[in-house]
């Protein structure tokens, strides 16, 4: 069964453009990771400070093994370490999920 992680980022909606940046970067991360990247969604009408990022899985422990390589790539290490300076992402939440199919 397929699993997605929902992935809802409350923002600095002045820094905008460096979340942004830091989306864009985990467009090649993911999937050379193993993570399915169905996208990173940003503010656009409304609320001007939620983003939402969903990358789906096979399972759990395909996730875990995800996790596991995203440790240890350079790639992604750069990145948690921007996001971590520059402090855009106030908080994050993350929801599973499991498709509707017939």
């Known amino acids: 069964m397929t699993v997605t992680c929902c992935i809802r980022y409350v923002i600095d909606p002045f820094q905008k453009a460096e979340f942004e940046a830091y989306a864009k970067n ?51 290490a750069a990145n948690f370490a921007m996001a971590q300076e520059k402090r855009f992402i106030l908080s994050e939440e993350r929801t599973w999920l499991t498709p509707v199919t017939p």
């Open 26 to 76: 985990w467009l090649s991360i993911i999937p050379a990771c193993g993570g399915d990247l169905l996208g990173y969604f940003l503010p656009h009408e409304g609320t001007n400070n939620v983003a939402l990022a969903m990358i789906s899985f096979e399972s759990l422990a395909s996730y875990e093994a995800y996790r596991a390589r995203l440790r240890t790539d350079p790639d992604g």
